[in-house]
């Protein structure tokens, strides 16, 4: 027992060993605590063996591996057989060619996603030498792992990775710049894009560009190495888009393809209207999706309405809401018409032609059904088309006062009563109302005579236009 009390009086009455027979045998070392390590720097650990075998003595953070110890190279670690560990995981961005430079005394070895690249694993006493290796690193994320053991004497160990930025050997484009965002302020009237930070290690600059809407031409507005810039233009009318897309270039000289495009309009749009026509209460209630912009401020809803004669558009009243009920509209069978704007905080409206806009999103054309039969006939016009005759319906009646919501033409043979629907569909308000159809029939030399007609949205249906015929020619 004099050993073992004389052991623990050296390690202040710690217990450090045991005795199993007449061996003294040493006792697990404690697991030292885990530590999480800044982006792209090294996690290090400390053994007190050259195997790596147990738990580290020691797990700190390394920036770079630049190392030279002339003894101990940390507290329960020996001057001499022990190792030292380095690994890192980042994200190579695109990849391309690279060197690994190693330089050590003693034994190192250095792996890329556990494959060893480099290996110098034999004893050196205290003079170092060095290695490089050029190869090529994968786009995306990958694990380097350094292994260094120091036998005897000095211990020293160096480890770099460099991108080769010789045009000569790197042809890899950098990856399309992420997370392209824009601002823009109604007081200045200019507007400012940032993106985030790209992963190539050989980046040289940003350029950023931009486009207006309806153009396919690219204007460069600078050249930069900051990730934000407010481009100098002010958008005349605060009503202009503009689209905005990041290009990346590196030390080779080699551009990459555009970030996303950024469409920047300086006023908040509506990107779609729908509404309801609520019969038990004869109101129209409108949605639309809720504008996010810093810069949005309210909307303004407008029903087309005539007034004097004219058909205007009416403001009838304004929310910071996405829904609007109407009051009760009169069930005539027409056409409603509603518009919603929106206004910035600089105080801008979106443009509101007077008249109606077949393309806007901010616009709706809804049926207001009033269950009386549309009141005029569609013209009817045919002709030849590649398997029969072609039938045309087409109605003229000015689009606000429309009062049908589709098209059916209907076909016999001359000389009979029998009537086939050849054609029943709806067409889109926002356009021309016409409805057209090919309709098969055998080149035999027999007459077909057609009528055609509108119906509304409660299945009422309008006079009949006048009879047209015509003679299939025999094949």
Not at 256 to 261: F, P, Q, R, V, Y
Request: proline share 6%.
């Amino acid at each position: 027992m004099r050993q073992k009390s004389l052991l623990a009086a050296r390690t202040g009455g710690a217990m450090s060993a045991v005795v199993l027979g007449s061996l003294l045998a040493a006792a697990p070392q404690a697991a030292a605590a885990d530590v999480t390590c800044s982006t792209n720097v090294y996690k290090r650990t400390f053994y007190k063996n050259t195997s790596f075998s147990g738990s580290p003595v020691r797990t700190d953070c390394d920036s770079t591996i630049s190392q030279s110890w002339s003894g101990s190279p940390v507290s329960g670690v020996p001057s001499n057989n022990f190792g030292v560990r380095w690994s890192v995981t980042r994200d190579f961005g695109s990849g391309g060619p690279f060197t690994f430079t190693a330089s050590a005394t003693d034994g190192v070895r250095v792996y890329l996603d556990g494959v060893r690249q480099i290996d110098m694993w034999h004893g050196t006493g205290d003079t170092a030498r060095s290695t490089s290796l050029n190869l090529a690193v994968p786009s995306g994320k990958h694990t380097i792992r350094v292994d260094y053991v120091n036998w005897s004497g000095a211990a020293k160990v160096a480890y770099t990775y460099t991108p080769r930025i010789s045009a000569t050997y790197d042809k890899t484009k950098p990856l399309a710049p992420t997370g392209a965002k824009t601002a823009y302020n109604t007081t200045t009237r200019k507007t400012t894009v940032s993106w985030s930070a790209n992963k190539e290690m050989d980046l040289a600059s940003y350029s950023l560009y931009r486009r207006s809407v309806g153009s396919s031409t690219w204007t460069k507005v600078t050249t930069t190495t900051a990730r934000s810039h407010t481009d100098p233009l002010v958008n005349p009318d605060d009503r202009t888009p503009y689209y905005y897309e990041v290009r990346a270039k590196d030390k080779a000289g080699n551009t990459s393809s555009g970030s996303t495009d950024t469409i920047v309009r300086p006023l908040p749009v509506v990107t779609s209207l729908t509404g309801t026509y609520d019969k038990a209460t004869g109101k129209v209630t409108l949605k639309w999706p809720l504008n996010t912009e810093p810069h949005f401020d309210h909307y303004t809803v407008l029903s087309n309405d005539k007034v004097d004669g004219y058909w205007v558009w009416v403001p009838i009243g304004t929310t910071k809401g996405n829904t609007w009920t109407t009051g009760p509209v009169t069930a005539d069978g027409e056409w409603g018409h509603y518009r919603v704007l929106v206004t910035n905080d600089g105080g801008t409206t979106t443009y509101n032609p007077g008249s109606l806009d077949a393309t806007a999103t901010n616009e709706l054309w809804l049926d207001i059904p009033d269950g009386i039969a549309p009141a005029y006939a569609p013209d009817l016009t045919l002709g030849s088309c590649a398997s029969g005759i072609q039938a045309t319906a087409t109605d003229y009646t000015p689009a606000p006062i429309r009062d049908f919501t589709g098209f059916e033409i209907e076909r016999r043979e001359a000389g009979t009563d029998t009537w086939s629907v050849v054609l029943h569909q709806g067409y889109d308000p926002r356009f021309a109302a016409t409805a057209t159809v090919c309709d098969p029939l055998p080149a035999d030399g027999r007459s077909y005579e057609y009528r055609a007609r509108t119906y509304d949205a409660a299945g009422n249906y309008s006079p009949y236009s006048e009879l047209r015929a015509m003679t299939v020619p025999v094949g």
